[in-house]
């Protein structure tokens, strides 16, 4: 909600009210004085006029996850194990996930309450890049890098995939960099050059990278950095 909003829905401010105490600089968001009555204040910000608490923060959660193969992306499942059952049971109602993996996929996972933040790194239009390292059956072709390039067709959705790069590691494995997140990409992408799949672990989205130092089922808080890297990854 914007800031004059917040403020003129209080009891007994009125709009104009609200920009003369804005002026005044008597309004504060995060403790900062702030004129700018079209800023966006979301749940996790506090906002105080003087002394009094209009607005307290709620907690904003942002953690990486080193996704184990076997689990889920979902938050309950009766069969398998989902990844949020990896997380302390206070926090699992709270978050939700920005991005999935398949059962199989290893690798980085971003979970978080911030749906702002979340649709940033999962939004096609944010076009964030996602590096997957890939183990294939059968050698991959030389052809592979330039059809990966020029983009996939992709019948069930009846598109084209966004031109993405193969970065070739040994004769069966790869680096994959795709610029969206379509329901088993990687996997149809080699399958559409005549190859298989057989593990994938995916090393970064966007500016962040999965921490080496987490092991498999381990999990850990973004930094400051990091959090507000991904709107600004240049
Ligand atoms: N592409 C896939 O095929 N599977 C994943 O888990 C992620 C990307």
Known sequence: MRLDRLLSNQNGISRQTARELLRQGRVRVDNQ???????????FMQVTLDQHCLQAAQPAYYLMLHKPAGYLSATQDPQHPTVLELL??????QLHLAGRLDRSTTGLMLLTNDGLWSRQLTSPSAKLAKVYRVTTRESISPQAAARFAQGIYLAREDLFTRPAELQLLSPCEALLTIYEGRHHQVKRMFHAVGNRVCALHRERMGPLHLDPALAPGDYRPLDAHEIR?????T
């Not at 890297?229 to 990854?233: K, R």
């Open 33 to 43: 004085v702030c004129h700018d009555g079209l800023h966006e204040i979301t749940r």
């Open 88 to 93: 302390p049971a206070e926090l699992r109602a």
């Open 229 to 233: 890297t991904i709107w600004d990854p």
